[in-house]
């Protein structure tokens, strides 16, 4: 099994915030420095933190 990529890694930890925390926890920022990239990395994956939010939906569709 391959390691999770850069967007996968970044909508994990959305996730797992999320879950913990709730969506007012989920910032950009936060995501970004529990993956150890920027903020501007996290920006070229997800172009808002709406995409992200899509983007942990259809990880558990």
Same mark, same amino acid.
């Given at each position: ?5 850069? &967007? ?5 930890? %959305?996730?797992?915030?999320? @879950? +913990?925390?709730? *969506? !007012? &926890? ?5 995501? %970004?420095?529990?993956?150890? @990239? +920027?903020?501007? *990395? !996290? ?19």
């Amino acid at each position: 099994m391959s390691a999770p990529n850069t &967007a996968e890694r970044i909508a994990g930890a %959305a996730q797992a915030i999320l @879950v +913990s925390e709730g *969506a !007012a &926890a989920v910032t950009m920022r936060r995501v %970004a420095d529990m993956v150890g @990239v +920027s903020p501007m *990395a !996290a920006y070229k994956h997800y172009p808002s933190r709406q995409a992200l939010f899509e983007a942990v939906a259809d990880r558990t569709s």
